[in-house]
């Protein structure tokens, strides 16, 4: 197969070196990070674990997020718990829902960015 994962995300942001920092600080994600933790502040690019990664067109008209957005990032993630735990004595707003979690697919929960962007944080089943 010629695809073998994705390359980038890439959108538009109204302040983008802040909410790159944001990213970074609350998730440890984006150019200089890498899944160890440790910053390699020379890489532009981020280093991820292997693991599943879901490619879904959503119905224009779904109310799975916020109508005015086009897009919803989706994280995955190990220790959900401990991450929303440190997520809210950040101040961040953190939602989950029982009927989004399922032995099949695993737990859920959701963020926001300070630009508003919804962010879908999924801890998969354990093998």
Known sequence: MAV???GG???RARD???LSEWYRTHLGVGAGCN????IEPDDWYWRT???????VP??????????DKAWMLNLRVEGLDALLTRLRDAGIAVETRADWDTPETGRFARIHDPEGNAIELWEPPAD
């Open 4 to 6: 073998t994962g994705i």
């Open 9 to 11: 995300i890439f959108f």
């Open 16 to 18: 983008p070196k802040a």
């Open 35 to 38: 899944p160890s933790g440790t």
């Open 49 to 55: 674990a292997a693991g599943p990664v879901v490619f």
């Open 58 to 67: 959503f119905r224009a008209d779904t109310d799975y997020w916020a109508a």
